[in-house]
């Protein structure tokens, strides 16, 4: 990317369940006393969690300026329960998820690793019960899926982020009687008499990922016409090209190896069967932000994949469609139909990646900006259907496909797995 005056940057989600343990959670006492009042992420956690906007001064207003920060968080909690019908039981798993959020935040930050204050619920609702039973009142809250976000940082950070982020929170969570659960599709049911129909939404892992100038002030999946706004360039489109061909050859394979990772799409909670882009949450590729903060979102991942591995399907998709756009490759003898022609089995030591950017001259460079500013038409040429199971997505994963040309390790790894994880 270098050579071409570019750089990929990167960011992660990470879904998952925390189910309660209600033999090990702590007392609502207990819970409190252990609660950092003073952590500056406290009150942001509060409001994603809740969807309110308290402020510091709403806290001194409210509570008086006699009184201390603690007294003031805790009045704004017992509000939120009162008015949300939440009682001292369901108390003690608020404070155990604020708990368990200061200390991976705490933790993240003295190793290194930047977090976004976003941790939440996600889709905001209480749906599931560890028991099997039906949800008919709060009272029944045992399990809620939460969302957590690393800091936009390189691809490499992005990985090393996600995989350790979560072995923080399944330290952590253990401490508040939580069992954070990352499988991909856990076994969970609203219904115990009719459970295929009900089995609650698995948990993904979300790679957002732009593409700017090496200095970071020009995006270059913004359209940069002056007299443009809204629109994505032509560059927005070749990524998003690059990382849907990545799925359809292979990559479903990378990002979703187990087979019960196929089950977390059949339960049509956003998601599509089709690997295309789009705007919104059912695509494989989805549209973020616009104009400076415009990027894209791979969504194809469960959370128990390995962050490389996720990481690995979006910033090969960049350097994939870029190829393409760039004509790099275009003197590869053999054509490998349908995609890339640089695309051949040889017996070279040097990958892929080796050989296009043997052949990247300033040139490349010059046209990979002067396509800022031609407009993407938003036509994804690389649809496919979505793999129905490991095997299927196993067979797409072959010698003179994508993954074999840049990842043969990789592609080594997919044969072997029998319904397992890539580890």
């Known amino acids: 990317m ?24 702590p007392s609502l006492d207990e819970l409190k006393d252990s609660l950092d009042y003073d952590s500056p992420y406290l009150l942001p956690i509060i409001n994603r969690l809740f969807e309110t906007n308290f402020t510091e001064d709403y806290i001194i207003k409210d509570t008086g300026e006699d009184a201390s920060r603690r007294d003031g968080i805790e009045k704004i909690l017992e509000n939120l329960s009162i008015n949300r019908h939440i009682n001292k039981h369901n108390q003690c798993i608020v404070y155990a998820m604020l708990n368990l959020a200061m200390r991976v935040y705490d933790r ?6 930047s977090l976004n204050p976003d941790f939440h619920f996600e889709d905001g609702n209480i749906i599931a019960k560890k028991d099997h039973g039906t949800i008919m009142k709060q009272g029944d809250w045992l399990a809620q899926k939460l969302e957590i976000t690393t800091a936009i940082a390189s691809p490499l950070e992005t990985a090393m982020w996600l995989d350790r982020t979560r072995e923080i929170i399944a330290e952590e ?27 609650i939404p698995g948990a993904g892992m979300h790679i957002h990922y732009g593409l700017t100038s090496l200095d970071g002030s020009i995006n270059l999946m913004q359209h940069q016409h002056p007299k443009t706004f809204l629109k994505v360039s032509k560059l927005y489109e070749a990524c998003a090209d690059g990382v849907t061909e990545v799925l359809r050859q292979g990559g479903f394979a990378l990002a979703c190896p187990s087979d019960n ?31 400076e903060t415009l990027h894209q979102e791979v969504r194809t ?4 994949t390995l962050g490389n591995y996720a990481v690995l399907l979006a910033t090969l998709g960049i350097v994939e469609g870029l190829a393409e756009v760039l004509d790099l490759g275009k003197t590869a003898k053999n054509r490998i139909d349908p995609w890339r022609t640089h695309l051949k089995t040889h017996d070279s030591s040097s990958t892929k990646l080796d050989d296009i950017l043997d052949e990247i001259t300033p040139s490349h460079g010059e046209k990979l900006m002067k396509l800022t500013k031609v407009a993407g038409e938003y036509t994804i040429t690389s649809k496919g259907d979505r793999p129905p199971t490991l095997s299927h997505a196993k067979q797409h994963a072959k010698k003179g496909s994508i993954l074999s040309a840049y990842c043969p390790d990789v592609l080594e790894e997919i044969q072997q797995l029998h319904g397992g994880q890539l580890r």
């Open 2 to 25: 270098e050579q071409l005056g570019a750089k990929i940057t990167c960011g992660g989600e990470i879904e998952f369940w925390a189910v309660v343990d209600p033999h090990k959670m």
């Open 108 to 113: 993240a930050a003295s190793e290194g690793i």
């Open 301 to 304: 991942p469960g959370a128990n």
């Open 173 to 199: 969570g253990k401490h508040f009687g939580l069992i954070a659960d990352f499988r991909d599709k856990p076994s969970y049911t609203f219904n115990k008499h009719n459970p295929q129909h009900t089995t």
């Open 261 to 291: 990772a196929y089950d977390r799409f059949n339960h049509g909670v956003h998601v599509t069967n089709d690997i295309d882009a789009g705007n919104d949450r059912i695509f494989a590729v989805r549209k973020v932000g616009m104009e």
